[in-house]
């Protein structure tokens, strides 16, 4: 395992990037933008109410309309398979005085929205949702009243849309939770002038909403989620290291690194003297250890963390020292992702011949150590199943066959030829076999 890498931008900034440009008052430019499906989400829905989104390329120039100038859509908003793109413009057109109707494909039109419903309607906007929890999703906003929300699940989108309903709406808003999550919102708040605040250990989150927002001027930093399936590979590789560069540096976001370093890899984090949007970034270099990687357990508290890359950690375990247990733990949300990946990730990993069993809010997996796996993965259509199945496909001995490669471009355009560069391997390689050693 050879090489230096920067992997694309990061999801998360990239969608908020496109969402905070438009509601800032003047020009905003962003340089280095996450050009996958589900932000191109994002840029359509954003397009459709009356923001000139161009096509998305490495640098973008935005003319923001401010707070306040949306305009209702023609027709309903499609958003793909998007989740973060319909929970945080639901927040956004909440503060508007029209009728807005979002749809998805049929894997997001599966996924509860009611979490996102509740406080919107406790703020004053209309809600109404198919069959009580998924979309189509009409929602009629207009005046809001302030809230002090309760958000039991922790989920930072949900956070973020009543953070960007109270931004248009022009109330305040609390909201308080059992555990701290990912904090992007927040920080491009800080970061274009408005007032937020946090107590309780970061539990809790204020808002008072500003008059207007400076616009944005950003260089998205590397996705953490996306250099875990490099740093998976390197981890697992017989030699060598692969070096992660430009990676956004959060702890809310570096829990996949921090298992992989508890399971005995060779994990080093550098952090770099200069920040984005108010994201910290870090040089991450990674090789595998000289005797082999050990289960670990991973519990509620760790989960926030790395909640994306869990299904490309129980990968990693099946590769663990044999017999060392790997148990994943109160992870209950992964069952209404893009699919149940804790359902999907045990079959496929039973497909292939790893020992593992079903929990119901987790996964407890046997190491196998360097036993050959071989096998048809089905993704589901879910980018996370196929790339982390596809690290495991990489490695020498392993004859892996994954059915759907591409919706890996959700999240990782570039995935399969990246993969390659760092094994020397031709990137339409369909398996491990094919793909051939790491070098």
Known sequence: MRGRIRVPGDKSVSHRALIFAALATGRSRVRGLLNAADVRSTANVLRALGVHVPELSDEVAIAGLGLRGLHSAASVLDCGNSGTTTRL???????????????????????????????????????????????????????????????????????????????????????????????????????LGATVTESDGGRAVTLEPPVSLRPVDIAVPADPSSAAYLAALAALADEGEIVLEDVLDSHYRDGFFRALGRMGARVNRAPLARDSAGDALATYTVGAPASGLRGISIEVGDVSAMIDELPLLACVAARAAVGDETVVTGASELRVKESDRISVTAANLRAVGATVEELQDGLRIVGAGRTPLRGHIRTHGDHRIAMAFGVLAALAGNEIAIDDRHCADVSYPGFWEDLARATGAAADSPSGSAMGELA
């Open 89 to 191: 413009m639901a927040g956004v057109v909440a503060g508007y005085d029209f009728v807005t109707e979002f749809v998805g494909d049929h894997s997001l039109s599966r996924r509860p929205m009611r979490r996102v419903a509740q406080p919107l309607t406790a703020m004053g906007a209309t809600v109404a949702l198919a069959r009580g929890d998924v979309l189509p999703m009409e929602i009629r906003g207009g005046p809001l009243r302030p809230i002090d929300w309760d958000n039991e699940s922790s989920s930072a989108q949900v956070k973020s849309a009543i953070l960007l309903a109270g931004l248009t709406g022009g109330v305040s808003v609390r909201i308080s939770a059992p555990r701290p999550s990912r904090d992007h919102t927040e920080r491009f708040l800080r970061a």
